[in-house]
């Protein structure tokens, strides 16, 4: 029996809403199939909103299953209303070709198109050679224009204006479905939530074209914990083109995710165990998002950039678990820093630990505070940390039993961080 992709799918937070969910888990459970995203040629790259659909065809590529990515460089000639307040710029068929290659070259970083496993294809090869007549004696029959009406992604057009040519996106989509059930029996469609009207279409055209059954699965529309969409930033989208978003930019978008996103964003943009992830997010919040920032960037711009900017960025503010606290199968979890060079080192003399040493001299003496006062101030405030634990007491003393290897190390807030060695 194969892996239960569709409940990994489920575990994960991938299914939003599924045409039967029974007859898919069942299907997914008992053979080999053939399933297809269609990726838009929009833009000479995808965003971080492409990398659930990316990642669900990753999981079932894993399970033994056929992805199809699916360019769309007839469908781009178009353009998709979904989820658009206004009709898209029309492209010339040099830009689709050129984005196509681009969006194709991402793709294979993610899936092995070695022997078939998967496969790329461009909808352009049966949709533009189309007669228009033929197209809507055949196809367009098969369509009711007050069912139309009722999808979402036309009626949020309606009343700002919706092209015809716009109209006809849904025939097109759900041709494609068709023609990869036909032709690469293709049993599964898959996209974000704002396509269910596109898949149900094809799957219901499938069945009264071929009467082939065939299933559509949809993936939640991410937004952030403060409600905007996610991957969107003050400067812009968060590209997967390094050109477009700097890869340190890049890590840092993930690493400054809200709190409350870290667990969903590990479960959807990462292969960490469920278990793993429940256990960063409750030991040490930051550290789960260092390891989601390294994670997706070592998936998006491979190892050694992840290696590179991973560093850069613990030299530039601080690790979040110096001391390897916290267990993790991500490959995060075996770099090693020269923690001399990383974080100043202040030397202080070995008696002063002995006759005990106060907590609120040492931030004095570490440079982290300029006064006692101070310092008394941000252990109350909270921003005081000693080994990674904050400190809850002002008045505590540092005994050589505390620190049995004769170094700790002070973190000022999130960013400052000094160590102590006694000698």
Known sequence: MKSNVFQILKERGFIYQTTDDKALE?????????????????????????LVPIMGLVHLQQAGHRPIALLGGGTTMVGDPSGKTEMRRMLTLEEIEAYGQAIKS????????????????NNAEWLLPLNYIEFLRDVGRHFSVNRML????????????????????????????YVLARDYDCE????GQDQWGNIVAGSDLTRRMMGKQVYGITFPLLMSAAGEKFGKT?????????????????????????????KKCLGLFTWLPSDEIEQLVSQNINRAKEILAFEVTRAVHGEDEAVRVYTAAIQQFGASDPKGRVQTSSRAGRIRF?????????????????????????????????TNGEARRLIGQGGGYLDDEPVVNADMEITPEQVPNRELILKAGKKRMRKIRFQ
């Open 26 to 50: 069942k299907l997914l459970v008992t053979k080999s199939i053939t399933a297809y995203i269609g990726f838009d040629a929009t833009a000479d790259s995808l965003h971080v909103g492409s």
């Open 106 to 121: 991402q793709l294979s970083r993610f899936l092995s198109f070695d022997e078939g496993r998967a496969l790329m294809l």
């Open 150 to 177: 009722t999808a979402e992604s036309i009626k949020q057009r309606l009343d700002k204006g919706l092209s015809f040519i716009e109209f006809n996106y849904m025939l097109l989509q759900a041709y494609d479905f």
């Open 188 to 191: 599964i469609q898959m996209g």
């Open 234 to 262: 003050a400067a812009g989208a968060v590209w997967l083109d390094k050109a477009k978003t700097p890869v340190f930019d890049f890590y840092q978008f993930w690493r400054n995710v809200d709190d409350q996103d870290v």
């Open 338 to 370: 020269d923690m001399d060079v990383d974080i100043p080192t202040i030397f202080l003399p070995l008696k002063d630990l002995e006759s005990g040493i106060w907590i609120v001299r040492l931030f004095v003496e570490a440079g982290l505070c300029r």
